[in-house]
Structures are given as structure tokens and as C-alpha cells.
């Protein structure tokens, strides 16, 4: 039987991560859930493992280049392989444009964008080995430069940034079998998005398994919500 394949969430101990998590395991995916507080992690994990379902957590703060280091590290340990990495893991902070504190700014970057690409960097190997994977960078249109606005400016920009990141990914990697795409999960509740957000956890975590799902002449370096193209 061919080994399954196996799937990283970064910030998988709650909202979208997890409900992404949960829908991979169901795929029969081998799936590790990061979380930068273990105990959350593996709280998270024991609540999606079912029988026959193959989920673990690992300790992950994405904005700590040791323990990315750390997380790659035991992922070709224990698997020596990875197939899918969701890079969901992603701060909301206040402040408009101007108003702007570099606190701020600067932990929206390394959270939202800088740690998302580093993990990339860290675990492409892992997939290069079998010229095959998917990297799935959960954005959000308040990232599009189209429509941009100064609410949570700090967060526009580094998802901005983020979809650079894809781009630039996107363009390294074609032809390796690795498709890199960013998603938008649609405002949901969370708690990120609030109560009052009109979409459930499933339908965002669908948004973001339509990327995790392409077929291998499927799109990369591209934006998309629910399947569909959404401007930069
Ligand atoms: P959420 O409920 O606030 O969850 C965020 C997750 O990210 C948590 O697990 C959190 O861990 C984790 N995280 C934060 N900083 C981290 C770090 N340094 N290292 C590792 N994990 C870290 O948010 P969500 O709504 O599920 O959002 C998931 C993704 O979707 C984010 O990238 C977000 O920008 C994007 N998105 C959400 C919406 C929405 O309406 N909800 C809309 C557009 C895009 P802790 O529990 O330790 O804090």
C-alpha cells in the first residue's frame, strides 16, 4: 500500500487551522497539526483523532526560526516526506495607516508572511524529494491591493506581502510538481472574524482545501476564494 501523504497546518489548534486539519484527515492524509502552545496543540489533535486516523501536533511558533527548524526536522524524522502545507497561522492586530506602531507592524510581518515563507523554505525539500505538493497560504482579500483600505493596515499589508511570497514561490517551483497558491477563506467566525461573521468554519475551510485539492495541471502563483480568482 503506498504511504499516505502527509499534511502540516500551521496554527491548527483552533478556527480555520483546525477545521482544515480535521478535512485532511478525512482525505486519509497523515496530518500534523502546529501549534506554538503544545498543550493547546495536542488538546486540538485529541479532539479530530478518531480511529484509523493518523493526526499528531507539533510545537510550532511560526515566527521562531528554531522551532521551524525544529518542526521540519522532525518531520523527516517521522515521516521523511511532507505533501501539503497549509500556512494558516495568522495575527489580526488594531491600528490603522496612520497610526501604525512598529510593534505592531512588525509582528504582523513575521507572523502573516515572513513565517509563512520560512516554513515554505524549511519543508520544500521534504516535498521536492517526491516532486510532488501543495502549498496553500491562507490570505485574505483585505490583502488585495485592488481593494485595500486602512482598517487593521498592518494586517492588509502583510497579507499583501504574503501574496507575494506566493508569487515569488510560485515562480521558483514550476515544473517541480509543487503548486503554490493563496486562498482567502471568506469572513468567518472564528475568533478572528467575531460571532457575527456570516460564514461557517466549514465553508472557510473549504476555501482553502480547494487549494490542498488541484489536480496536478492545476493553477499556482494564483488568489483565489471559493475556487475563483480574486484580483491582487
Ligand atoms: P484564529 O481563530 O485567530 O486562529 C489563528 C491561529 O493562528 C491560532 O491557532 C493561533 O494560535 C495561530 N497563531 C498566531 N500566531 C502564531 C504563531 N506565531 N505561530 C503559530 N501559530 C500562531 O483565526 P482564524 O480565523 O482561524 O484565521 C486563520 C487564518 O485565516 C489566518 O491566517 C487569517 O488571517 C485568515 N483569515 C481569516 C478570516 C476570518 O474571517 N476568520 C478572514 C480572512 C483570512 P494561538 O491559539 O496560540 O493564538
Not at 521551524?68 to 517521522?78: T, W
Request: glycine share 12%; aromatic share 6%; hydrophobic share 45%.
Amino acid at each position: 500500500m503506498a504511504e499516505p501523504r502527509v499534511a502540516l497546518v500551521s496554527g491548527a489548534n483552533r478556527g480555520i487551522g483546525l477545521e482544515v486539519a480535521r478535512l485532511l484527515t478525512g482525505q486519509g492524509m497523515a496530518v500534523v497539526l502546529g501549534a506554538r502552545d503544545a498543550r493547546a496543540g495536542n488538546e486540538a489533535a485529541a479532539r479530530i483523532r478518531r480511529r484509523r486516523v493518523n493526526v499528531r501536533s507539533y510545537e510550532l511558533d511560526v515566527t521562531d526560526p528554531t522551532s521551524i527548524e525544529a518542526a521540519s526536522g522532525r518531520l523527516e524524522e517521522e515521516f521523511g516526506r511532507l505533501d501539503v502545507l497549509v500556512n494558516n497561522a495568522g495575527v489580526y492586530l488594531e491600528g490603522d495607516a496612520t497610526t501604525m506602531d512598529r510593534g505592531t507592524a512588525d509582528l504582523s510581518w513575521r507572523t502573516n508572511a515572513l513565517g509563512a515563507w520560512e516554513l515554505a523554505v524549511a519543508t520544500i525539500p521534504l516535498m521536492r524529494r517526491h516532486g510532488w505538493g501543495r502549498i496553500v497560504n491562507v490570505s485574505s482579500e483585505a490583502g488585495s491591493l485592488a481593494s485595500m483600505n486602512s482598517f487593521m493596515a498592518a494586517y492588509n499589508v502583510s497579507k499583501a506581502a504574503l501574496n507575494a511570497v506566493t508569487r515569488v514561490l510560485a515562480a521558483d517551483l514550476r515544473g517541480s510538481g509543487i503548486l503554490v497558491n493563496s486562498v482567502c477563506p471568506g469572513w468567518v467566525a472564528t475568533e478572528m472574524g467575531g460571532r457575527g461573521a456570516p460564514r461557517s468554519l466549514e465553508k472557510g475551510a473549504a476555501s482553502v482545501l480547494w487549494a490542498v485539492d488541484l489536480p496536478d495541471d492545476g493553477p499556482t502563483g494564483g488568489f483565489f476564494r471559493d475556487g475563483r480568482p480574486l484580483k491582487w
